[in-house]
């Protein structure tokens, strides 16, 4: 099986492959061939900084003269959707009226790249912002107190769903005293995110 349908030469050293899909292929008679395509895409991206990934996805299979005019964005959540569950890595979606603007969106969508190359984010990045995780601002986290919050839970969502439970609040209040955890609780209560 072929894991790109399009692969266009961007400069001399980096190239776009593409996998085009279209509403149809997330029907729910070929989700699964769908989302087997969608894994070998995702695992042909390698670590190679030279080559770039997207999906394009057509919003009609009829011609937009023929359509109504008007794009059906049902399909585009649903692609959405099955990228998100079946995919550890999200990878861009380049939205398709239909076929005569085929060429163009790819245009426009190579010619707003950057070159930007993804770096995972370092423990010292991870430190410094647990250590702000404080109502009390400007004031943040000691190392210590730091050190405390890295050993107890694993992430930060933990930290605040820990925050906001009743069990989590004493464990809290254990190691770091009440003044301390309710200024962690004051900070996680504006997050409606974790």
């Known amino acids: 099986m072929q894991d790109c349908d399009l692969n266009l030469q961007l400069q001399s050293t980096s190239s776009l492959r593409i996998l085009l899909l279209s509403p149809s292929s997330i029907q729910a008679s070929d989700n699964e061939n769908t989302s087997s395509r969608l894994i070998n895409f995702c695992h042909s991206r390698g670590s190679s900084y030279c080559q770039k990934y997207a999906i394009a996805f057509f919003l009609s299979e ?26 550890p890595t999200p990878i861009p979606i380049i939205p398709i009226p239909d076929s005569s603007c085929f060429f163009s969106c790819l245009e426009e969508y190579t010619t707003s790249l950057a070159d930007i190359h993804w770096q995972p984010p370092s423990l010292k990045d991870s430190m410094t912002l647990l250590s702000r995780v404080t109502s009390a601002h400007p004031s943040v986290l000691s190392d210590q107190e730091r050190n405390i919050l890295s050993d107890l839970f694993p992430s930060l969502r933990r930290l605040s769903q820990s925050a906001r439970a009743s069990e989590g609040w004493e464990v809290l209040v254990d190691y770091l005293g009440e003044m301390r955890t309710r200024e962690i609780a004051e900070f996680w209560d504006h997050d409606r995110v974790c």
């Open 62 to 87: 009829e011609s937009f003269n023929r359509a109504s005019g008007r794009c059906d964005l049902d399909g585009l959540l649903a692609l959405q959707a099955l990228v998100a569950e079946c995919l």
